[in-house]
T-cell receptor, first 115, second 112 residues
């Protein structure tokens, strides 16, 4: 039973560029959330996708956007990269139809470095 | 979602039980308690969650006080691989609340 998989594992970009990160949810899950984790901090919620729509968003600018596909996989796009966007980007999946309290399961993230 | 308070760090001898406390005095009746841990350079790993009753799985036990204002995560026989940051998170189970809000967590060091 595959867990949450993310690609790539590491990425180096320069300021002003754009990046796309990818996530495949745990088998059977229908919901994907994205988090940003700066060095030494806890993960911060970016947004969540369910039924191919963004249904909640954290305090992140519009440069951060996402997409969910019919197979439940997801992409996170970041435009006009800033040095401060350097972080570990985590994807978490869960099952919305599984009833209340369903936990989110995380992948090991994409380490994004901005030069 | 209710705020949680955890000790910054704890030590535990290898082979002994690790008891990690969490205070969530403002928790409401439809908020769950979740525990995650994060080992360096990996994503957070789900451990266990509960609403009112104590819970046990293959990784750990979760003890929630009767008034639900605090809880304890118990790792029955800590190993060096349990060294990690442990996060206690309280989250509303209803519609409109989908994010996990991470605090600073407890850094657990398992000592040989």
């Amino acid at each position: 039973d595959a867990g949450v998989t993310q690609s790539p594992t590491h990425l180096i970009k320069t300021r002003g560029q754009q990046v796309t990160l990818r996530c495949s949810p745990k088998s059977g899950h229908d919901t994907v959330s994205w988090y940003q984790q700066a060095l030494g901090q806890g993960p911060q919620f970016i947004f969540q996708y369910y039924e191919e729509e963004e249904r909640q968003r954290g305090n992140f600018p519009d440069r951060f956007s996402g997409h969910q596909f019919p197979n439940y996989s997801s992409e996170l796009n970041v435009n006009a990269l800033l040095l401060g966007d350097s972080a570990l980007y985590l994807c978490a999946s869960s099952l919305a139809r599984g009833g209340p309290g369903q936990p989110q399961h995380f992948g090991d993230g994409t380490r994004l470095s901005i030069l | 979602d209710a705020k949680t308070t955890q000790p910054t760090s704890m030590d535990c001898a290898e082979g002994r039980a690790a008891n990690l406390p969490c205070n969530h005095s403002t928790i409401s009746g439809n908020e769950y308690v979740y525990w995650y841990r994060q080992i360096h350079s990996q994503g957070p790993q789900y451990i266990i969650h509960g609403l009112k009753n104590n819970e046990t799985n293959e990784m750990a036990s979760l003890i929630i006080t009767e008034d639900r204002k605090s809880s304890t995560l118990i790792l029955p026989h800590a190993t060096l691989r349990d060294t990690a940051v442990y996060y206690c998170i309280v989250k509303y189970s209803g519609a409109g609340s989908y994010q996990l809000t991470f605090g600073k967590g407890t850094k657990l060091s398992v000592i040989p």
